[in-house]
């Protein structure tokens, strides 16, 4: 479990008063980490060094080249991977499958299959999003995500409508809120997406017990309608 002093908006605030050894010393801790590799199943040290080469590129681009910001990028991507639950080749293998299907969607001819997002957990994919009576776009979603190679099974979370997006993300950002103030889960093992106040939550943790505290957590955002658990758990 986390501790409060170690989550990534204090490495943030580090970035920005341009604390370098100390966001230096955080990433130090965090190149290497203990995986269990997809080909053996057996527990050994594996470094993130590529993993963390990515996150750097990709925290300099999105900076504009900003030494600090970058940095807090980079730092924050390799924080997220060192704590899910997922081996690194899951995690690559589980974005990759997003990226095909999402390309897929967007390329689809079907009206509103764009619109439908895609998470990916250890191949189990959930696509979830707004498929009014009567549209295609739902089945069509579907069969593209079971076309895709790596792809175990693919689950759903549709609404007809959604009153209101402004509200969804409210209640969306309120619920992360939640989550990151609870000492006892890390947060970026979940991940909360709302329509029409109806809650999907998407991810991977250790135990039921954590599993439960999730849902809870979400179940205690005001506007929350409804809470479903596509989480999914490694452990006793």
Same mark, same amino acid.
Do not use: W
């Given at each position: 479990?986390?501790?409060?002093?170690?989550?990534?908006?204090?490495?943030?605030?580090?970035?920005?008063?341009?604390?370098?050894?100390?966001?230096?010393?955080?990433?130090?801790?965090?190149?290497?980490?203990?995986?269990?590799?997809?080909?053996?199943?057996?527990?050994?040290?594996?470094?993130?060094?590529?993993?963390? #080469? &990515?996150?750097?590129?990709?925290?300099?681009?999105?900076?504009?080249?900003?030494?600090?910001?970058?940095?807090?990028?980079?730092?924050?991507? &390799?924080?997220?991977?060192?704590?899910?639950?997922?081996?690194?080749?899951?995690?690559?293998?589980?974005?990759?499958?997003?990226?095909?299907? #999402?390309?897929?969607?967007?390329?689809?001819?079907?009206?509103?299959?764009?619109?439908?997002?895609?998470?990916?957990?250890? #191949?189990?994919?959930?696509? &979830?999003?707004?498929?009014?009576?009567?549209?295609?776009?739902?089945?069509?979603?579907?069969?593209?995500?079971?076309?895709?190679?790596?792809? &175990?099974?693919?689950?759903?979370?549709?609404?007809?409508?959604?009153?209101?997006?402004?509200?969804?993300?409210?209640?969306?950002?309120?619920?992360?809120?939640?989550?990151?103030?609870?000492?006892?889960?890390?947060?970026?093992?979940?991940?909360?997406?709302?329509?029409? #106040?109806?809650?999907?939550? %998407?991810?991977?943790?250790?135990?039921?017990?954590?599993?439960?505290?999730? %849902?809870?957590?979400?179940?205690?955002?005001?506007?929350?309608?409804?809470?479903?658990?596509?989480?999914?758990?490694?452990?006793?």
């Amino acid at each position: 479990m986390s501790r409060a002093g170690e989550r990534p908006g204090g490495l943030a605030r580090a970035a920005r008063s341009r604390d370098i050894p100390g966001l230096a010393d955080r990433l130090a801790a965090l190149l290497t980490t203990d995986v269990i590799p997809e080909e053996t199943g057996t527990k050994m040290r594996r470094p993130f060094l590529a993993l963390t #080469g &990515t996150a750097l590129a990709l925290g300099s681009a999105g900076a504009g080249c900003n030494p600090y910001v970058a940095a807090a990028s980079a730092v924050y991507q &390799t924080y997220n991977a060192a704590t899910d639950q997922r081996t690194v080749g899951a995690q690559v293998s589980d974005d990759e499958i997003e990226a095909k299907i #999402g390309a897929a969607l967007v390329a689809s001819p079907i009206s509103g299959t764009s619109s439908i997002k895609v998470y990916s957990r250890n #191949g189990v994919v959930v696509l &979830t999003g707004v498929v009014p009576y009567g549209s295609s776009a739902g089945v069509a979603a579907v069969n593209i995500a079971r076309a895709t190679p790596g792809v &175990t099974r693919v689950e759903t979370f549709f609404v007809r409508s959604e009153p209101s997006e402004t509200s969804d993300l409210e209640i969306e950002a309120a619920i992360k809120k939640a989550f990151v103030e609870d000492s006892n889960l890390e947060s970026s093992q979940v991940s909360a997406v709302v329509y029409g #106040g109806h809650v999907a939550l %998407i991810g991977e943790v250790a135990s039921y017990q954590t599993e439960q505290e999730f %849902i809870e957590d979400a179940q205690g955002v005001s506007g929350v309608v409804s809470v479903r658990s596509y989480i999914q758990v490694s452990g006793p």
